[in-house]
């Protein structure tokens, strides 16, 4: 079987068992954050923390919520990464120096997962399933609730109310999230991935040297940083790692346990707003940029520029040969299309407009579909954008789902698209600008500034993966990439809940002739180019000066 063949029937293989998976993972969510009961075990924990179940809050409440779990498993991260030599299984570890440290638990607790360290070299098992693997879980479901609330805001009428944050992460979490991971985490040991507590052991090399295995609940990691798309790796290789991934099984099933809960949850959204054809509409643009953006990126690696990629049929540097390009370019569009930032390759070695097509799906807002939850909600935004543009093309004013679009609501979801380039933008600037940060970049031009531009780029948008040519543990980087990743998470979900509010107070407006639909093609058509326009307005300065420019040289 050729590669190119190989390559088309991963593909597809991937698109059926996603679109198989659609309506009951989707409608099980649903139900997740609609039912009026309680598991005992829920109402248990409820006791223990305090919080009274039936009780809805506000969306500031809810925000604040989240904000405050969010500084907790920050300070709580840092300080065990901080102290890890004295707790057990530390394998011997040092504590984490404070600015690698403050990096870590920004980052980890942002679901950004950037790390500026060597996993295998730098922590002990206990920081690895004690500190990273808990906040991989609750960062993950924090997601997930923010979408609920705009869900929620479209839903109510006349109330101030969005949900209660509690009971959203606590039912995500003990109901999706623990459960499906434990058997996917079988799953992977079954398929050849390591899970042992075991201490790291010396084997001999078959040239005579001697060489350490460090292994680790790697698996029981692996399941819930595909799944939440996290993507932090036990090992500095992450998933081109044989420990996390070590056959061509297990590296499809990661691409599609990153993209699972992404590609559900507009059945969700459509579920709960009691129309599925609104759910289809949207996850036709999410399909739509995921196919285009994978079809690109493999042609742009299957092509190769030079002798050396012709000879080798491609450009396979950087790439595993157990792996190849169409999987290598199928995992590096899904992983940057998301928030998981997991890779199987270095997108560093990628062709200039093959790593360019990468960082341009991280610049997107990572919504074809996303990251759990931050996806969709990033996606409902851009189509409150499109039905105003609409309303401004006819002289009426927007609806969408029964909402009149207003000023504030138009506030709301343009601060919400300013936020994270304005937060990518500046630092890339600033790092441009300051020796400290230039004195890390391995390389100059066009080459540089993607690599400066794609590091702020990933952690704005809470990606995590990064061009392997800048080294980001200085203090510098350390400091300026832990506040880029606090401010590219927590400063949009505060407009989504704002935006949530001011929605839920509306009453139901009932559709007009004049009501744009926004379950048909031409809706599709008009946000899938409302999506590519904002940002190649956006960053297309920036793009053109790095990788465009590298690329045509």
Not at 48 to 53: M, N
Not at 156 to 173: A, P
Not at 249 to 274: A, H, K, N, Q
Request: with cysteine.
């Amino acid at each position: 079987m050729s590669v190119a063949i190989a390559g088309w029937l991963q593909a597809g293989l991937l698109v059926l068992a996603l679109a198989i998976s659609y309506r009951p993972l989707g409608d099980y969510l649903a139900h997740i954050l609609t039912s009026p009961k309680h598991w005992r075990i829920e109402k248990f924990l409820y006791r223990l923390i305090g919080v009274d179940s039936e009780a809805d809050q506000t969306w500031s409440v809810y925000i604040r919520s989240v904000l405050a779990i969010s500084v907790v498993g920050v300070l709580l991260l840092y300080s065990i990464l901080r102290v890890q030599d004295h707790l057990m299984l530390a394998l011997g570890m040092p504590g984490m120096r404070a600015n690698l440290a403050y990096n870590t638990a920004s980052s980890f607790v942002t679901n950004t997962n950037w790390q500026n360290y060597s996993g295998e070299n730098t922590l002990g098992y206990t920081a690895q399933f004690a500190g990273l693997a808990v906040q991989n879980f609750i960062s993950a479901a924090v997601g997930i609730c923010v979408a609920a609330t705009l869900i929620r805001g479209f839903v109510r009428r006349q109330s101030d109310r969005v949900g209660n944050f509690w009971v959203d992460l606590m039912r995500l979490n003990l109901r999706l999230l623990l459960p499906f991971s434990f058997v996917l985490a079988i799953v992977l040991v079954a398929s050849g991935v390591v899970q042992s507590l075991a201490d790291p052991h010396t084997v001999t090399t078959v040239t005579g040297g001697h060489q350490t295995l460090y292994t680790g609940a790697t698996a029981s990691q692996e399941a819930i940083k595909e799944l939440g798309t996290n993507g932090g790796g036990i090992f500095n290789a992450n998933s081109s790692h044989p420990f996390e991934n070590p056959n061509a099984w297990t590296d499809w099933l990661e691409i599609y346990l990153l993209l699972v809960i992404g590609f559900s949850l507009p059945r969700t959204f459509g579920r709960m707003v009691g129309s599925q054809k609104q759910g289809y509409a949207i996850v036709s643009v999410m399909a739509l940029l995921w196919a285009g953006s994978t079809a690109i990126n493999t042609w742009l690696e299957a092509r190769g520029w030079g002798a050396a990629a012709r000879l080798a049929g491609g450009a396979m540097e950087g790439k595993e040969v157990r792996f190849g390009i169409p999987a290598s370019s199928l995992f590096a569009t899904s992983t940057t299309l998301t928030s998981t930032g997991a890779v199987n390759s270095t997108h560093d070695s990628y062709t200039p407009l093959g790593g360019g097509m990468a960082l341009f799906n991280i610049l997107l807002g990572e919504v074809a579909p996303g990251g759990t939850g931050s996806g969709l909600y990033g996606m409902l935004i851009l189509a409150i954008v499109t039905v105003f543009v609409a309303g401004l093309m006819v002289g009426r004013t927007p609806e969408y789902l029964g909402k009149k679009i207003r000023p504030a609501e138009m506030k709301y979801a343009a601060l919400y698209i300013l936020a994270t380039p304005a937060v990518v933008l500046t630092f890339t600037g600033i790092a441009m600008a300051a020796p400290s940060a230039r004195s890390s970049m391995n390389n100059t031009g066009p080459h540089g500034l993607t690599e400066v531009l794609y590091a702020f780029g990933s952690m704005g948008n809470n990606n995590g993966s990064a061009f392997a040519g800048l080294n980001g543990d200085t203090q510098f980087w350390n400091l300026t990439g832990g506040l880029a990743m606090t401010l590219g998470r927590f400063l949009p979900m505060i407009f989504v809940g704002a935006l949530a509010g001011s929605l839920a107070k509306q009453k139901q407006t009932p559709a007009s002739a004049g009501t744009l639909a926004t379950h048909k093609p031409l809706f599709v058509g008009m946000l899938l180019g409302v999506t590519l326009i904002v940002v190649g307005l956006t960053y297309f300065p920036a793009l053109a000066l790095g990788p465009l420019a590298e690329g045509l040289s």
